[in-house]
């Protein structure tokens, strides 16, 4: 029986669980994408039935379902014993098969015969390295499934969860956002410290903000000595980030021992309360452990004020301590309630800070997921390429490029450029260039390649478009044999060994606005030593004052540098870019170099 206990046991690992409980998170936007996967997967494979099915402990849902209904499958909920999904997800591999009644123990499944089942071919949907469901071809006569056949299949499986993954960091780094606007909202309400605030929050780092704090704590109480330090761990170890200390302390500015968590401030940290003590009070504490194996190196303390910085969400972040006030009294409860207000800033700094640099690295990271990690290597072919983001590194661009071989062997490059920055550009971004290989290994021709990317932007439900240059490479004795379309992106740059520069291609229209797309498809030759250069409109349009670079600097530069090496050219022309527009990016940059090397 497919239920047995072993497999259910399979099915419920926690970190399975986990990653359905995930793709549960954004059910909506998941069918969405499952939904387009399935509809593309249908019409590239000329399947009776494509189904995508999530597979649960106990039952698999039905995600979509293309093709002939039996009134099973209708009901979008169904056992584990009912089709294969729950095979290809616990084998956590496709699972092929030609003619189902050629197996017993595939043919007496209980999907068989009232779906007319007999031939099968499921890939696993994989979300942080777990398979959670399954895209699934049927056929109802016996059919011989082909590589291109399956390689599509797990393209467009890999396609559909890159994109669903795009949309749960997108997801998380929302929340994140969204807090830290909450603590800088509460931050411009704070009266009395206007001063501090603007200089703390215009701290360009972590470490100058806690500089900043520790040094208006220090001199808006009026203290000789002032700490700031973060929280380790449980045990209340501290990080000391900045100390400031009056000239009156100028011997112990260069002592950097650690805290253990064995002073009596963590008992700030662990309350989360501040506390103020004259230096007998001090002393006279149960939690007072004097400077312990750092006595002698140790500044002396005359009197303690300590206030923590709490989290929005109400956790110890760490704390800020002062000591020996200047003009020779006890700390107040004013002192502390000032701190207090401080505190209240420098958490907020803390936690916006915090916000950004998730946000960078999940942009980093998700642009580096849409483009290739490395540029193949192609005989009678080099290729270089940059990529450069524009100032505000907090979003995903939509330029992007791509290099793969096609089924026939042929080369396929593609660059372009995605409407907009945010969640819907880096998704549709996905799944153009996914799109793109799916395509190109039924059909690598441009034209048919640009159709298909139409299509699928056209249905992917949005209103944005897509700008892109799409080519193929056939060597030829005479050097590289160049299809082309262009789709609304500017036409590429033909540079030959004597520096001439002319434009190549015919313009078309753009991916995703027309129902049907009309494009010509350009033919030329790319000599040994000659140039293609492919770029984004960040290139062309980059401008501070006065003319655009494409225009006016471009193609001169281009003439000078038709001999430079490859990988130094990129260069070139990407730094030639950014000093044109005074060292600052106003819009993503994304370049590829192709050019044709004596054959070997």
């Not at 056992?79 to 595939?106: C, E, K, N």
């Not at 807090?179 to 001063?195: C, D, E, H, K, N």
Request: net charge negative.
């Amino acid at each position: 029986m497919i239920e047995s206990p072993g497999l259910i046991h399979a099915l419920a690992t926690p970190d399975r669980l986990k990653a359905l409980d995930r793709i549960a998170s954004i059910d909506a936007l998941a069918r969405e994408t499952l939904d387009r996967s399935a509809r593309l997967a249908a019409r590239l494979l000329d399947a009776s039935v494509v189904l995508v099915t999530i597979v649960e402990t106990d039952r698999q849902r039905v995600i979509q379902h293309v093709g002939s209904r039996h009134p099973r499958t209708a009901e979008r909920t169904l056992p584990l014993s009912w089709g294969f999904s729950p095979i290809v997800v616990t084998r956590y591999q496709p699972l092929v098969i030609g003619d189902v009644r050629s197996h017993a123990a595939y043919a007496s499944n209980p999907a068989v015969a009232p779906t007319r089942m007999r031939a099968f071919a499921g890939v696993p949907l994989v979300l942080d390295g777990q398979a959670v469901g399954a895209l699934c071809a049927v056929h109802t006569r016996p059919h011989r499934w082909t590589t291109d056949q399956l390689r599509t299949l797990g393209e467009l499986a890999t396609a559909a969860m890159s994109e669903i993954r795009l949309q749960l960091e997108f997801s998380v780094s929302s929340r994140v956002n969204a807090q830290a606007q909450a603590t800088r909202r509460r931050s411009r309400q704070l009266q009395g410290l206007a001063q501090a605030s603007i200089e703390i929050n215009s701290a360009g780092s972590l470490a100058e903000a806690l500089s900043t704090v520790t040094e208006k704590a220090r001199m808006l109480i009026g203290a000789h000595q002032s700490t700031s330090s973060l929280t380790r761990d449980r045990s209340w170890a501290q990080t000391v980030n900045a100390t400031s200390l009056s000239d009156k302390y100028t011997a112990w500015r260069g002592f950097e021992a650690t805290p253990t968590g064995q002073g009596i401030y963590a008992q700030v940290c662990s309350g989360n309360q501040p506390m103020r003590m004259s230096q007998d009070e001090l002393e006279a504490q149960p939690g007072w452990r004097g400077f312990g194996d750092h006595a002698a190196q140790h500044p002396p303390m005359r009197g303690w004020l300590a206030v923590p910085l709490i989290a929005s969400g109400g956790g110890n972040l760490g704390l800020i301590q002062l000591s020996d006030k200047m003009d020779g009294g006890d700390f107040t409860i004013d002192d502390e309630a000032i701190l207090t207000q401080l505190a209240e800033l420098a958490v907020s700094c803390i936690e916006k800070t915090a916000a950004l640099d998730k946000q960078r690295e999940i942009a980093r990271t998700l642009q580096q997921s849409l483009l290739p990690p490395h540029l193949p290597d192609i005989p009678g072919v080099e290729l270089a390429a940059r990529y450069h983001s524009a100032d505000d590194d907090t979003q995903v661009g939509g330029d992007f490029y791509d290099v793969f071989q096609s089924r026939d062997g042929r080369w396929g490059i593609i660059l372009g450029d995605v409407c907009g920055k945010d969640t819907e550009a880096a998704t549709l971004t996905a799944l153009v260039r996914h799109t793109a290989r799916a395509a190109a290994m039924i059909d690598p021709d441009p034209a048919h390649v640009a159709t298909v990317l139409n299509d699928a932007v056209r249905t992917h439900g949005t209103e944005r478009f897509c700008t892109l240059v799409y080519l193929t490479l056939c060597p030829e004795d005479d050097g590289q044999h160049l299809d082309m379309v262009v789709c609304g992106h500017p036409l590429p740059f033909q540079v030959d060994g004597r520096g001439a520069v002319r434009e190549v291609g015919e313009p078309g229209p753009l991916i995703g606005v027309l129902p049907r797309l009309s494009v010509r498809t350009s033919r030329f030759t790319l000599s040994p030593g000659e140039t293609l250069m492919l770029f984004t409109d960040g290139i062309t349009e980059a401008r501070r004052h006065g003319p655009l670079f494409g225009e006016a600097m471009l193609p001169a530069l281009l003439e000078r540098t038709a001999g430079t090496p490859l990988p130094e050219l990129a260069d070139t022309v990407s730094q030639a870019a950014l000093d044109y527009q005074g060292g600052r990016l106003n819009d993503d940059i994304a370049t590829l170099f192709v050019r044709a090397t004596p054959a070997t």
